[in-house]
């Protein structure tokens, strides 16, 4: 945190098998997942080779399905698609969960911003996860935007070079 907080931390890329990568964290937070009898999805070609910091995009791709743990209810699908085109990547993470309103949209990446009150307390978060996500994507070069609709879900959209 102390580090991110400075605008100075480091990235330090090395070439990732995405398809690997994305398995190894689907492992981690299946049983989370299982726990909440929700459902987790992963769709990525095989063999996709990235340049990333394996260590913080972890982190970013964590966050985004906590979010969709926390904000989901029982029976609902998290899926994560990956997609190629040329030398771009979209990463695309999507939930039925309760969504976020329309006019929360463009605050929900500042740090600090979470949506209703009341919300926050029975999740206990800080409403620091997606700015720290944000940031880790840009500094990566991507760019990362959301999708959402209240009651039906939420899709996050991160795009990459390859
Ligand atoms: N997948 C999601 N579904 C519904 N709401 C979400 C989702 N992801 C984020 N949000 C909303 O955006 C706010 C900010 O998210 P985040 O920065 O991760 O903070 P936190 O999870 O600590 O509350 C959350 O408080 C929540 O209201
Ligand atoms: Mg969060």
Same mark, same amino acid.
């Given at each position: 945190?102390?580090?991110?907080?400075?605008?100075?931390?480091?990235?330090? &890329?090395?070439?990732?098998?995405?398809?690997?990568?994305?398995?190894?964290?689907?492992?981690?937070?299946?049983?989370?997942?299982?726990? &909440?009898?929700?459902?987790?999805?992963?769709?990525?070609?095989?063999?996709?080779?990235?340049?990333?910091?394996?260590?913080?995009?972890?982190?970013?791709?964590?966050?985004?399905?906590?979010?969709?743990?926390?904000?989901?209810?029982?029976?609902?699908?998290?899926?994560?698609?990956?997609?190629?085109? &040329?030398?771009?990547?979209?990463?695309?993470? &999507?939930?039925?969960?309760?969504?976020?309103?329309?006019?929360?949209?463009?605050?929900?990446?500042?740090?600090?911003?979470?949506?209703?009150?009341?919300?926050?307390?029975?999740?206990?978060?800080?409403?620091?996860?997606?700015?720290?996500?944000?940031?880790?994507?840009?500094?990566?070069?991507?760019?990362?935007?959301?999708?959402?609709?209240?009651?039906?879900?939420?899709?996050?959209?991160?795009?990459?070079?390859?």
């Amino acid at each position: 945190m102390a580090k991110l907080d400075q605008n100075t931390f480091s990235i330090f &890329k090395e070439k990732i098998d995405l398809y690997v990568f994305l398995q190894t964290i689907y492992e981690k937070v299946l049983p989370a997942f299982q726990n &909440k009898k929700m459902k987790l999805m992963i769709d990525c070609p095989k063999n996709l080779w990235i340049n990333l910091d394996p260590v913080r995009f972890e982190q970013v791709i964590i966050n985004l399905l906590d979010n969709s743990l926390k904000y989901s209810k029982e029976m609902t699908t998290t899926l994560v698609r990956v997609n190629k085109e &040329k030398d771009e990547i979209e990463i695309t993470i &999507k939930d039925q969960g309760i969504g976020i309103p329309q006019e929360d949209l463009p605050y929900i990446f500042d740090r600090l911003y979470r949506v209703e009150k009341s919300r926050s307390r029975a999740t206990g978060g800080f409403g620091l996860g997606l700015a720290i996500v944000k940031q880790i994507v840009e500094a990566h070069g991507g760019e990362i935007s959301v999708e959402s609709q209240v009651g039906h879900g939420t899709c996050f959209i991160i795009n990459l070079k390859q």
